[in-house]
């Protein structure tokens, strides 16, 4: 754990035009120092930036780096340019401290023992890091800077008020030994330099005001200046550490706030707070769609010949999903190897196979170098050149030495050299991973040198048990899928999972990336149930702006076991031993060495500790219940109107809740200007409803010929972001069905019984034998969503009147209250000049269409099956020219004598438009009910 430090009053003042003199304390440890025992510092670094205070001890220009001996307290910037201000950062590095038995440590704190540095991967006292892996872990990062001091200074501009201080004083005092009458009176030089300390200030005034000219340049405004900016645009809180950042923020505020929400806007913020180029594409959405019936899915892009694809990624091609392949993944294990022909040492070594349980190949290379300086080479072989993920392990013992590893006679970046690979007791290393690193076709070469030795260490031998390559990278362009149901070297395929129920069975939902989003379970059964479940991608066939892919999870029981079965959309964790020869899906949760891992992407063989691209550390572990970080990450996010703002300003139309209402801006709201609380409205708000959001979950089954009818309950539980439960519901057993567009004509004729209190439907209504009828053409349905697919006479006359799905709702003839249509629209007609909607009192060459647009009357007439003529008349448009997008759900209600039409606005029925009402018998004795799709 850092100690802090200070270096007491630091300064940055004007000695000279564009010149600034540093000065400091020699830094002190601070009495308020968090961490146990005292200590010094080994090194200090001035940095100086021309944006601001320096935020780490490597941002900016490095002006003094000495060791802690070097005793220097001032430093003299002669590199300012005039006119700017330098920011200063002052840093010493600071080593861990030792450990302390009897301090408490928690999750991230480092010390040092033995010689090694740790860190706290979970609170402890008293857990020597040596012997306490699930404490501790070897840390491998550089010493830690702490920085003491800052200081900031205006680099003098000279703009000759010396010289002209000079001139302005009266030539007879300018005269030491010359009379006034001389032509050229030599330089005062006392004077000169008098003159010179009164203009040198009358500069760094004028310098100072001259700043002002830049109040609005973020590139040039001090950086106090800057962050007060920030806070009058409301910015303040998203400013990034780094100063050359902040200004970019502050600079691109507008433009990011135009593109607020865009793929654009994304990159560009990205750029802005981080610094790094981004590739930002509009991916899935987990919010239910339509009728909140099944997950959104992502759009995945269409494979294209000219693009270049990292492996991982999702493309489309002639309708099949497939995933970039990763490289093969190769396992050297020491076991399986004969001691390599092309492997070299230095002199006086050499190279034996020995075993030992501990290692997880069972034996390793062991070099029996003597001495520091001796290296040995194990040499190996791919088959491509291109990058690759490469890592190694070793035999840790008491007289082992300190390593450094070098590729193909080049040294390996990002690693602490040397490794220490001395310890108390035989044990395997923990996987070193060097990095992805590049390789040639054919050999390459790791050599492994014997640097040195721990002080306690007796010896200098150096170990491989295995080491692991996988190749990663870009996929050249041009490789295509196969546009088929099947995988190539370049692209796998992406199907729908099966399997086998048991008792539990966790299932990876693609669309998500997580395992256990969709979760099925058998619960007290008598006999389990044989059943098979598979999570079903599916779109739409045909529309020209179809719904989209999106995924449910099917569950299709048989066998003759009986029980109770659950369908649960997030279940509870289930993490299993990793297995070299298990094919991962992306998302599975596996459990290594006794810690979690989530596969990043499909992964085979790949070691987790060793595969940091393929595999991720994670909290989540096996558990009876839903574990709140899945509730966060997986879970589907409800709508909710945002709570009132006093301190926010609103749009005009901007919808917000206060007090249990909801109100919709009708003007510009200033800050504080409060809806009234009440059902009223007032000059800023007007009054929408109640704060009250209704959301439509929906399931339905299906039966096989002779089943029982069963229920179907649903269990509905609400989580807050934290992933605490907040309520449930459950529904009730109750006879009402909501029927699902079976229109198979093979659909099977049920001869099994109802459920209790439900009567078996009768012909041409809710069920069986067929429950939907077609006319003038076919439709067809998958996953409860229908679709039309053709004509049964392809005449004008046909297109006119229009194709129907339909079924006879005779049982509400007596209802004065009338029957209520719900319908959603989901997608457009192949052709977009065709009118679509919900179809009602059908029947005898009659029927009324409520379409997207407004409410109409057809009338035709048929011969030998074929339309002969039609007359369609316009019973009235919808108010304000309303049209019904896809996504929106509209209600007809229709009683004997009237009709009125309604856009469902999800706040109950109460609050729903009313867009038409029409009093009106047209028909009024026929039932058929449904929805069609016609030509203008």
Same mark, same amino acid.
Not at 747 to 752: A, E, I, N
Not at 792 to 811: P, T
Not at 845 to 870: E, N, P
């Given at each position: 754990m850092p100690v802090e430090f200070s270096a007491g009053t630091m300064a940055a003042e004007q000695w000279d035009y564009g010149v600034l003199h540093v000065t400091w304390s020699t830094p002190q440890q601070a009495a308020t120092a968090p961490a146990p025992g005292a200590k010094g510092w080994t090194q200090l670094r001035l940095i100086r930036s021309s944006y601001g205070i320096p935020a780490d001890e490597s941002d900016g220009l490095v002006l003094v780096d000495e060791a802690a001996t070097g005793g220097t307290t001032a430093h003299i910037d002669t590199r300012c340019t005039p006119g700017r201000y330098y920011y200063y950062a002052l840093y010493v590095a600071t080593p861990n401290d030792p450990y302390q038995a009897a301090y408490t440590y928690t999750q991230g704190d480092l010390a040092s023992y033995a010689g090694l540095d740790y860190q706290a991967i979970q609170p402890s006292t008293g857990q020597a890091p040596d012997v306490s892996p699930l404490y501790w872990t070897r840390s491998y990062a550089t010493t830690p800077w702490v920085r003491v001091g800052g200081a900031v200074g205006l680099a003098p501009q000279e703009w000759g008020n010396s010289g002209r201080m000079y001139d302005l004083v009266p030539r007879p005092y300018r005269v030491q030994d010359t009379e006034t009458t001389a032509t050229d009176v030599p330089v005062n030089s006392a004077l000169e330099k008098f003159m010179a300390v009164l203009g040198f200030y009358l500069d760094v005034m004028r310098t100072e005001n001259r700043r002002l000219l830049w109040l609005n340049d973020t590139e040039h405004m001090s950086d106090a200046q800057l962050q007060r900016r920030a806070a009058d645009i409301g910015i303040a809180r998203d400013l990034p550490a780094l100063p050359h950042l902040r200004r970019r923020y502050v600079a691109r505020a507008a433009e990011l706030a135009d593109s607020r929400g865009s793929a654009s806007g994304v990159a560009e913020l990205v750029n802005s707070l981080t610094g790094w180029t981004a590739d930002v594409s509009i991916g899935y959405n987990r919010m239910l769609d339509v009728d909140q019936a099944q997950f959104q899915s992502p759009v995945y892009p269409v494979w294209d010949k000219d693009t270049p694809y990292l492996v991982g990624d999702y493309v489309t091609s002639n309708g099949f999903l497939y995933q970039a392949a990763s490289g093969p993944s190769t396992r050297y294990y020491a076991t399986n190897l004969t001691i390599p022909s092309g492997s070299a040492v230095s002199p006086g070594g050499s190279v034996i196979k020995q075993s030992f349980a501990v290692l997880s190949g069972g034996s390793h290379y062991l070099m029996t170098s003597s001495a520091q300086g001796q290296w040995m080479e194990l040499t190996f072989s791919v088959a491509t050149s291109g990058v690759y993920d490469i890592s190694f392990a070793s035999l840790m013992a008491t007289d082992y030495a300190t390593v450094t590893v070098t590729l193909n006679g080049s040294g390996i970046p990002g690693v602490s050299w040397p490794l220490d690979f001395y310890s108390k007791t035989l044990q395997e290393s923990p996987a070193v991973y060097l990095g992805q690193l590049p390789l040639f076709s054919g050999n390459n070469v790791l050599r492994f040198t014997a640097t040195g030795k721990n002080p306690v260490s007796g010896g200098y031998k150096m170990s491989a048990d295995y080491w692991v390559i996988s190749q990663v990278g870009v996929l050249t362009a041009g490789h295509a899928p196969t546009g088929s149901a099947t995988s190539n070297s370049f692209w796998t395929y992406i199907a729908p999972g099966a399997v086998t129920l048991g008792a539990t069975s966790p299932e990876w939902n693609p669309l998500t990336g997580g395992q256990s989003t969709w979760y099925t379970a058998a619960v007290s059964p008598v006999t389990a149930p044989q059943s098979s479940q598979s999570i079903a991608l599916a779109g739409a066939a045909v529309g020209r702006q179809g719904e989209g892919l999106r995924n449910a999870l099917r569950v299709t029981t048989g066998g003759t076991g009986t029980g109770d079965l659950t369908l649960q959309s997030l279940g509870p964790p289930v993490a299993t031993a990793w297995n070299a020869t298990t094919a991962y899906p992306q998302g599975t949760l596996v459990t290594y060495a006794g810690q979690s891992y989530r596969a990043l992407v499909p992964t085979t063989a790949d070691q987790p500790d060793t595969a940091p691209t393929r595999w991720a550390r994670t909290q989540l572990t096996t558990s009876t219940s839903p574990d709140p970080q899945m509730v966060q990450h997986y879970g589907i996010p409800l709508p909710s109107t945002p709570p009132w703002s006093g301190s926010a300003p609103y749009a005009v139309g901007a919808v917000t809740a206060w007090r249990g209402h909801q109100y919709e801006a009708t003007l510009t709201v200033p800050a504080g200007q409060a809806p009234t609380g009440y059902a009223t409205d007032n000059l800023w708000w007007a009054w929408t409803g109640r704060d009250v959001t209704n959301l439509t979950f929906s399931m339905w089954q299906y039966r096989s010929a002779t089943a029982t009818g069963q229920y179907v309950r649903a269990f509905i539980e609400w989580f807050n972001e934290f992933g605490v439960l907040l309520a449930s519901s459950v529904t009730t057993d109750t006879p009402a069905f909501l029927d699902r567009f079976e229109v198979d004509q093979t659909?099977?004729?049920?001869? @099994?019984?109802?459920?209790?209190?439900? /009567?078996? /439907?009768?012909?041409?209504?809710? #069920?069986?034998?067929?429950?939907?009828?077609?006319?003038? #053409?076919?439709?067809?349905?998958?996953? /409860?969503?229908?679709?039309?697919?053709?004509?049964?006479?392809?005449?004008?006359?046909?297109?006119?009147? #229009?194709?129907?799905?339909? %079924?006879?709702?005779?049982?509400?003839?007596?209802?004065?209250?009338?029957? !209520?249509?719900?319908?959603? %629209?989901?997608? @457009?007609?192949?052709?977009?000049? $065709? !009118?679509? #909607?919900?179809? %009602?009192?059908?029947? *005898? @060459? &009659? $029927?009324?269409?409520?379409?997207?647009?407004?409410?109409?009357?057809?009338? $035709? &007439?048929?011969?030998?099956?074929?339309? +002969? @003529?039609?007359?369609?008349? /316009?019973?009235?448009?919808? +108010? *304000? *020219?309303?049209?019904?997008?896809? *996504?929106?759900?509209i209600r007809v209600v229709v009683t004997p004598t009237s009709i009125s039409v309604y856009n469902v606005t999800g706040k109950g029925p109460a609050l729903d438009t009313l867009l038409l009402t029409v009093a009106n018998t047209d028909n009024a004795t026929q039932y058929g009910v449904g929805v069609l799709e016609r030509s203008p």
């Open positions: 659909y099977p004729r049920s001869t @099994g019984s109802a459920p209790p209190g439900t /009567a078996v /439907a009768a012909f041409q209504q809710t #069920g069986v034998p067929i429950p939907w009828n077609t006319s003038i #053409g076919d439709w067809t349905a998958v996953d /409860a969503i229908a679709r039309p697919t053709s004509w049964y006479d392809d005449s004008a006359a046909s297109r006119k009147v #229009g194709r129907m799905l339909w %079924f006879n709702r005779s049982w509400v003839a007596t209802l004065t209250t009338g029957d !209520e249509i719900y319908a959603t %629209f989901i997608s @457009g007609p192949a052709d977009a000049t $065709y !009118e679509q #909607g919900v179809v %009602f009192r059908f029947g *005898g @060459g &009659t $029927y009324l269409l409520a379409s997207r647009t407004r409410l109409t009357k057809c009338v $035709y &007439t048929t011969s030998g099956g074929a339309v +002969t @003529g039609s007359t369609i008349t /316009a019973l009235g448009t919808y +108010t *304000g *020219g309303f049209t019904f997008t896809n *996504g929106m759900r």
